[in-house]
């Protein structure tokens, strides 16, 4: 994914980012220190394994240019993570809603069949990117399908809220840890 200065860079969004990361924390941050002393090693090389893996799984980044839509992860991590997708502009034929079991609503931005007979595709709208009233808009100017009425996947408020508890969890884990007996 290169940068060219027409290009649009939009990255996961703070708020989902670090919501995501303080939870993490939050859960598995005091493990190392309750397990017995064998394992405290074992146990604080795979939590730090996993937060270096949940920081590139909320790497993801969304590029918009000239050419067409880029979804991937940045070159230190692409090679572990899925390798993302990308579509020219004039291959984008649809926006389709689809509800999920919670109640939101996703899209999946379809394509045209390719030049060799091979079906179009659908990938999923990427709803969880910064500045995504931008996103929107360039994406509709750049394919002249409407967004009208689409919105992040969740209400902020429910990050905010999630934000808020892992903040209190890392508090009271701290705590908890700094007044145990040895």
Do not use: K
Not at 3 to 10: F, T, V
Not at 16 to 30: D, E, F, K, Q
Not at 116 to 139: I, M, N, Y
């Amino acid at each position: 994914m290169s940068a060219e200065p027409s290009c649009h860079r939009y990255p996961m969004a703070p708020l989902i980012r670090c919501t995501l990361l303080g939870l993490y924390l939050a859960l598995v941050l005091p493990l190392p220190f309750l397990a017995p002393e064998p394992m405290h090693l074992p146990l604080g090389l795979a939590c730090s394994s996993g937060l270096l893996l949940v920081v590139a799984i909320t790497s993801e980044r969304v590029e918009l240019d000239g050419q067409g839509l880029r979804v991937g992860h940045p070159p230190w991590c692409s090679w572990l993570l899925r390798r993302g997708w990308q579509l020219p502009w004039n291959r984008i034929t649809d926006l389709t809603p689809v509800t999920t079991s919670q109640g939101g609503r996703v899209y999946y931005v379809r394509s045209a069949p390719t030049e060799d007979g091979r079906s179009g595709a659908a990938w999923l709208l990427p709803q969880r990117v910064v500045r995504f009233d931008d996103f929107l808009a360039r994406f509709s100017s750049a394919t002249g399908l409407t967004t009208e009425g689409i919105g992040r996947i969740s209400p902020p408020w429910t990050y905010q809220l999630l934000a808020l508890l892992s903040a209190v969890l890392l508090v009271g884990e701290g705590l908890a840890l700094l007044l145990r007996p040895t």
